[in-house]
């Protein structure tokens, strides 16, 4: 996925001016593959796996559950399968609109997008309120991104998720404990990431599964053909898109 830039948002709304900062270098280089190898993708499919504390149980949060089929064609093909405890969504960018369709509903939208996944991501994201699952790691900068937002960096070593060996990222500031778990072999691919806010102990969490690389994906599953009966409806915007 050549060049992508993908709205970053659990990172972006955090400035670190901290002057006690520490980088392990092992760490970085290992963020520095993943980046570098993602960024070489011409496609790429994976499952996504997200669970989320969400703020508004009586007593306390609570932990809402979501999988994400995600596929991708760069630099302007993407089409996304969302399943969980805000319904049944679909979204179908093909370079010049996006499309949502909520299964649940049997309605849709169609918006014009930018001309490029990345920047399509971003706009839908601040215009709409539209997040996708899972985007964050496709951030270019994503390596900056946290050089520049947290206070320390570390490499944890080699552990075990899914039955298979990973590195273990750690990076720390004052509001949140940001950990990656990443392949440790040749493709340096994520298979999990977990964000803490420690304001209030809430989670996020994605689970990295069926990675594809490079996959033949045919065109036609970035058109959205509308089911019968399905209404299109209006979305509001909160600002025109750049």
């Known amino acids: 996925m050549k060049k992508c830039l993908i709205f970053f948002s659990f990172l972006l709304g955090f400035n670190v001016n901290s002057q006690n900062k520490s980088l392990d270098t092992v760490a970085v280089r290992v963020l520095d593959r993943m980046a570098e190898f993602i960024g070489g993708l011409g496609a790429v499919s994976f499952t996504a796996d997200i669970s989320t504390d969400v703020e508004k149980g009586k007593y306390g949060s609570i932990k809402e559950y979501s999988t994400a089929q995600v596929f991708m064609v760069g630099p302007d093909k993407m089409h996304v399968q969302s399943n969980g405890s805000d319904g049944h969504k679909g979204y179908w960018y093909n370079g010049e609109t996006l499309v949502y369709y909520s299964f649940n509903e049997n309605n849709y939208s169609v918006v014009e997008a930018p001309s490029d996944i990345i920047t399509m991501m971003d706009s839908i994201n601040r215009a709409y309120n539209i997040e996708f699952p899972a985007a964050d790691i496709f951030f270019p900068d994503i ?60 989670q996020f969490e994605v689970t990295f599964l069926n990675w594809d690389i490079n996959p033949d994906l045919p065109s036609e599953m970035f058109s959205f053909d509308p089911p019968p009966n399905a209404r299109n409806i209006a979305i509001m915007a909160n600002e025109l898109p750049e």
């Open 143 to 202: 390596v900056d991104v946290v050089i520049e937002n947290f206070d320390h960096i570390v490499y944890l070593g080699e552990k075990e998720i899914e039955g298979e060996n990973c590195l273990h990222i750690q990076a720390v500031n004052k509001d949140m404990n940001l950990q990656l778990w990443i392949s440790n072999d040749a493709f340096y691919l994520p298979l999990k990431y977990l964000i803490i806010h420690k304001d209030n102990n809430t």
